[in-house]
């Protein structure tokens, strides 16, 4: 059977993620996975050569004439998570925030304003404040379903930038609206697709232009890489990010390349296993009496449901909880008792995490009530029942505390 067989475009999107990317046959066999290229230096046959590659680099063509530009290993990865994302072309980058970096700073110049969900990622605000204040840049925050998009948009607009769901509370965004009024007016559509992961969520379908992704997360799967990937819709779009990729010097490891290759060749099956014990998990949470309220938008009573219903095709291992008592306390005691979860600020591996949610960062998100410390949980890979009984003493260890202090 022909590669192209393999991974013809009318298979399921699951099908394809198995086999694109898959090194060729040579002499009639070869590997199952593509090999690990690391090169700082590419060599040519001659001049001629040189020069021809060069050229057709310089017009565009997926070709290295340098190891920065990253060889087979890294090719192979980026094809993958184009196919992911369904876009046109995706560059790789050394962590989701540098990907998010590298789409601010390639389109956006002095006295342009763009336009942040007011739920994103927290480090965006650093790049707001380190970055692009500094140059010049002008950056709103807003609340979708609460701001009208149009009398945002100014005529410096350049760029609409969101995360669905958002961050720490999972606020769904009504990414077709907000994408056709950004576009009426020639407004560039950028949105943080590391929660859905490309399978799950297809941003470039219903009106983005820029899908990112903090591979570091569900991509890789094991906590062993730090990678960002940022796919374009169109050829020239993609050309703009890549002048800056390639001006900032943006670059990653072929062996970070190949692990994030081998994660997403198993994205389908460790997605369905966290998604089935983060919905045991929320439903426990759901009807615990410690327990105020649970952000997740698989569940029925989640302000985001219907629009994740509509858009999303499943859900992941993150959920927050917000604390029946109202004590501040409450949070790390809860965390500190844990034995399962370990406390850790990423996500995205088979194991499963907590961590306190930092006051500061929730007060950011307008559809944040204060007044009680919360919880954000990543649900690992273990069995649902252990975790559930982890949680439970996490929840005792809080009443026992809580008694003895009051």
Same mark, same amino acid.
């Given at each position: 059977?022909?590669? *192209?067989?393999?991974?013809?475009?009318?298979?399921?999107?699951?099908?394809?993620?198995?086999?694109?990317? &898959?090194?060729?046959?040579?002499?009639?066999?070869?590997?199952? %996975?593509?090999? /690990? /290229?690391?090169? =700082?230096?590419?060599?040519?046959?001659? &001049?001629?050569?040189?020069?021809?590659? $060069?050229?057709?680099?310089?017009?565009?063509?997926?070709?290295?004439?340098?190891?920065?530009?990253?060889?087979?290993?890294?090719?192979?990865?980026?094809?993958?998570?184009?196919?992911?994302?369904?876009?046109?072309?995706?560059?790789?980058?050394? =962590?989701?925030? &540098? !990907?998010?970096?590298?789409?601010?700073?390639?389109?956006?110049?002095?006295?342009?304003?763009?336009?942040?969900?007011?739920?994103?990622?927290?480090?965006?605000?650093?790049?707001?404040?380190?970055?692009?204040?500094?140059?010049?840049?002008?950056?709103?925050?807003?609340?979708?379903?609460? *701001?009208?998009?149009?009398?945002?948009?100014?005529? $410096?607009?350049?760029?609409?930038?969101?995360?669905?769901?958002?961050?720490?509370?999972?606020?769904?965004? *009504?990414?077709?609206?907000?994408?056709?009024?950004?576009?009426?007016?020639?407004? /560039?559509?950028?949105?943080? %697709?590391?929660?859905?992961?490309?399978?799950?969520?297809?941003?470039?379908?219903?009106?983005? %232009?820029?899908?990112?992704?903090?591979?570091?997360?569900?991509?890789?799967?094991?906590?062993?890489?730090?990678?960002?990937?940022?796919? !374009?819709?169109?050829?020239?779009?993609?050309?703009?990010?890549?002048?800056?990729?390639?001006?900032?010097?943006?670059?990653?490891?072929?062996?970070?390349?190949?692990?994030?290759?081998?994660?997403?060749?198993?994205?389908?099956?460790?997605? !369905?296993?966290?998604?089935?014990? !983060?919905?045991?998990?929320?439903?426990?949470?759901?009807?615990?009496?410690?327990?105020?309220?649970?952000?997740?938008?698989?569940?029925? $009573?989640?302000?985001?449901?219907?629009?994740?219903?509509?858009?999303?095709?499943?859900? %992941?291992?993150?959920?927050?909880?917000?604390?029946?008592?109202? *004590?501040?306390?409450?949070?790390? /005691?809860?965390?500190?008792?844990?034995?399962?979860? =370990?406390?850790?600020?990423?996500?995205?591996?088979?194991? =499963?995490?907590?961590?306190?949610?930092?006051?500061?960062?929730?007060?950011?998100?307008?559809?944040?009530?204060?007044?009680?410390?919360?919880?954000?949980?990543?649900?690992?890979?273990?069995?649902?029942?252990?975790?559930?009984?982890?949680?439970?003493?996490?929840?005792?260890?809080?009443?026992?505390?809580?008694?003895?202090?009051?």
């Amino acid at each position: 059977m022909s590669q *192209d067989s393999l991974s013809h475009d009318d298979a399921d999107l699951r099908t394809r993620l198995i086999h694109v990317g &898959s090194p060729a046959l040579r002499d009639g066999a070869g590997p199952v %996975n593509v090999p /690990v /290229v690391r090169t =700082s230096t590419v060599r040519f046959a001659d &001049s001629a050569a040189q020069q021809t590659l $060069q050229a057709r680099r310089g017009a565009g063509e997926r070709v290295a004439t340098y190891g920065r530009h990253g060889l087979d290993t890294h090719a192979a990865l980026e094809s993958a998570i184009t196919t992911l994302e369904g876009g046109y072309r995706t560059l790789l980058a050394p =962590s989701g925030l &540098s !990907a998010i970096s590298l789409v601010f700073l390639a389109l956006l110049k002095p006295g342009d304003h763009a336009l942040v969900s007011d739920s994103v990622y927290a480090p965006v605000r650093k790049v707001d404040q380190v970055l692009l204040q500094r140059q010049g840049i002008m950056v709103e925050y807003f609340t979708p379903g609460r *701001d009208a998009l149009p009398d945002l948009l100014r005529p $410096q607009t350049r760029l609409l930038y969101v995360e669905s769901p958002g961050s720490l509370l999972y606020e769904v965004l *009504d990414l077709p609206a907000l994408a056709a009024h950004a576009r009426e007016r020639g407004v /560039v559509v950028a949105i943080d %697709n590391t929660w859905g992961a490309g399978l799950y969520h297809q941003p470039l379908a219903l009106g983005a %232009n820029i899908s990112i992704q903090a591979a570091t997360k569900y991509l890789a799967g094991h906590s062993d890489v730090m990678m960002g990937s940022v796919t !374009a819709d169109t050829p020239d779009l993609f050309d703009r990010l890549a002048a800056t990729h390639d001006a900032l010097g943006l670059s990653v490891g072929a062996d970070d390349a190949y692990l994030t290759l081998r994660g997403i060749r198993t994205l389908d099956v460790r997605l !369905a296993r966290h998604q089935a014990n !983060a919905t045991a998990v929320a439903a426990y949470l759901s009807a615990h009496s410690d327990v105020f309220q649970v952000y997740y938008p698989p569940l029925p $009573q989640d302000p985001g449901h219907a629009l994740w219903k509509r858009d999303f095709s499943g859900a %992941n291992g993150l959920l927050t909880f917000a604390f029946a008592q109202k *004590d501040p306390r409450a949070a790390g /005691v809860f965390v500190d008792a844990l034995r399962y979860f =370990s406390i850790g600020a990423s996500w995205g591996g088979y194991e =499963s995490l907590a961590l306190e949610a930092a006051p500061q960062r929730l007060a950011e998100h307008t559809g944040w009530r204060g007044g009680r410390s919360a919880v954000r949980l990543h649900v690992g890979l273990e069995h649902p029942d252990d975790l559930i009984a982890d949680l439970e003493r996490g929840f005792a260890a809080v009443r026992d505390r809580l008694r003895l202090t009051a």
